[in-house]
Structure formats: structure tokens, C-alpha cells
């Protein structure tokens, strides 16, 4: 039997209108910081994706663990298949993007918008014809001004003084690294030593990725969850259709009393 019945009309999303609070002029995007706690978990973004075979594997783990948020691999995958992505993803090494996409220095700020959306990037390389590198437009520093969509990109760039370089085409990954931790800075662009563009690397790519596993609250969770712990998954999940339940609770009572240092 239902325990309570409601009969107010339900609400949806264009029905709400968010009222913002006052902006600060320090309130900028590059101070702003969306990090989150998720049971003692630091995320840098907060979104993590949905424990579903149809939505979280490799890829989708990866993707997010770059941003700095958190894939949940599904309960539908074997406990082999589970283990086997979360020991790619924790082993997971940077590396160069060694094509990156560009636009010439004649191109409309649309038009490196349009390249940016479609890339998912937010940031693009400014080149001349002969690949030269003249600057840096980047979606930040465009939302900052007033330049109109049709002025040429190379009107609202950032100069190479004013952007992390490396004229060194030849740089390792480690090398590149220890770049990337003394500039402070989320980016590298490497050129020759003629000023041309070779290679982008990402301040992303360095850190380890966090990456979660869904369990169920049926029998043989706990060899799920030995085996990705073991894998050193960073958060384990309890994928359940509506926690309030017995099976839940039980299923965390034998958890915490299993002692392990992975959060859940």
C-alpha cells in the first residue's frame, strides 16, 4: 500500500526562473571553482557519470577523469572487464597532442568558436600560413571582451608572451611535465626553432585519474569490490534503484566492517 498519496501538480524545469545573487567584479572564470567533496573524494568539476553499460566505459572514464570528474563503471560488467578498465585508467600516462587543431590568424572569431564546440576544447592555436605560431585564442578571454564574432581571431588572442611556450620540438613527456608544474600553468605549447607550432600538451593529462565502480547490494558484491579495490578504484557506488531499503543498509554495515580505505 501507498504510505502517503501527493495531489499538488508536479513542476518542471521551465516552470523556475533562478534569480542570480550579486556578482562580484573578482568573480571572473578563472577564479571561479566548481571543485566538490563526494565522501572525502576531491573532484575538480562536480559531475560524474551514470553507472550504465550504455553511457560508462573506458571512454567515458577517461574523459571525465581528465576534466576532473568521475566515471562510475556499471554492475552489468564483469568483475574481470571492471578491473581491466580500472587498472587502464589508474595507469593511464600523458601524452602530446601532436596535432592539434589550429586556425590562421585571418580566421573569424566564429569560426575558431565553431572549431572549439566542435572539438570540445577551450582553447585553439593562432597560426600563420607558414604554421607559425602568433597566439592563443582561448574561450575565457574572448568571454572577457566585447569583440564582435565577425573581427579576425588574431584581434582577441594571446600573445606567445603571454602564453606557456617550449621551443624545444624534441621535449619528453617527463621533461614536459616538470615544465608544466614550475610554470603553473594548465598548458604547454612546444614549437621549433623557427617559432613553429608541433605540439600542445595538457596539465590534465599528468595527474592521476579518479575513477568509481558501481556495486549491487545481490550476493557476490564483495568480490566485486575486493577485486577493484585491489585495482585501486577510487570510490566504490551502490547502484540501487531506491536506497531506502534493508538490502542497502546491510550492504554498508558489512562494508565498513570490511576496514578498507576506499570510500563509498
Known amino acids: 500500500m501507498a504510505k502517503q498519496i501527493i495531489t499538488e501538480p508536479g513542476r518542471t524545469f521551465s516552470e523556475f526562473a533562478l534569480l542570480p545573487g550579486y556578482t562580484r567584479k573578482e568573480c571572473t572564470i578563472p577564479n571561479i571553482d566548481l571543485s566538490a567533496n563526494l565522501?572525502?573524494?576531491?573532484?575538480?568539476?562536480?559531475?560524474?557519470?551514470?553507472?550504465?553499460?550504455?553511457?560508462?566505459?573506458?571512454?567515458?572514464?577517461?574523459?571525465?577523469?581528465?576534466?576532473?570528474?568521475l566515471g562510475v563503471l556499471p554492475v552489468r560488467l564483469s568483475v574481470e572487464e571492471a578491473v581491466r578498465i580500472v587498472k587502464k585508467i589508474k595507469?593511464?600516462?600523458?601524452?602530446?597532442?601532436?596535432?592539434?587543431?589550429?586556425?590562421?590568424?585571418?580566421?573569424?572569431?566564429?569560426?575558431?568558436?565553431?572549431?572549439i564546440k566542435r572539438h570540445g576544447h577551450s582553447k585553439i592555436?593562432?597560426?600563420?600560413?607558414?604554421?607559425?605560431?602568433?597566439?592563443?585564442?582561448?574561450?575565457?578571454?574572448y568571454w572577457e571582451t566585447n569583440a564582435d564574432l565577425a573581427d579576425p581571431v588574431s584581434s582577441n588572442?594571446?600573445?606567445?608572451?603571454?602564453?606557456?611556450?617550449c621551443e624545444k620540438p624534441d621535449i619528453t613527456v617527463e621533461q614536459a611535465k616538470k615544465l608544466l608544474s614550475s610554470m603553473n600553468a594548465n598548458y604547454l605549447v612546444v614549437l621549433d626553432d623557427l617559432g613553429r607550432l608541433v605540439k600542445v600538451a595538457f596539465s590534465k593529462d599528468i595527474e592521476k585519474l579518479k575513477i568509481a565502480v558501481a556495486i549491487s547490494t545481490y550476493e557476490g558484491?564483495?568480490?566485486?569490490?575486493?577485486?577493484?579495490?585491489?585495482?585501486?578504484?577510487d570510490l566504490v557506488v551502490i547502484d540501487t534503484s531506491d536506497a531506502y531499503n534493508e538490502f542497502t543498509g546491510e550492504v554498508l554495515k558489512e562494508y565498513k566492517s570490511m576496514k578498507l580505505k576506499v570510500p563509498i
Open 221 to 233: 558484491w564483495k568480490e566485486r569490490v575486493n577485486a577493484v579495490v585491489k585495482a585501486v578504484a
Open 39 to 69: 565522501a572525502g573524494l576531491k573532484l575538480k568539476i562536480p559531475l560524474i557519470s551514470s553507472a550504465m553499460t550504455s553511457v560508462t566505459g573506458y571512454e567515458m572514464a577517461l574523459a571525465l577523469g581528465k576534466e576532473g570528474g
Open 91 to 115: 595507469n593511464y600516462e600523458m601524452g602530446f597532442v601532436e596535432e592539434p587543431i589550429k586556425v590562421r590568424e585571418t580566421a573569424a572569431i566564429e569560426t575558431a568558436l565553431r572549431e
Open 157 to 165: 588572442m594571446l600573445l606567445p608572451s603571454q602564453v606557456p611556450c
Open 125 to 141: 592555436p593562432v597560426v600563420d600560413k607558414n604554421n607559425v605560431f602568433l597566439g592563443m585564442f582561448t574561450q575565457a578571454h
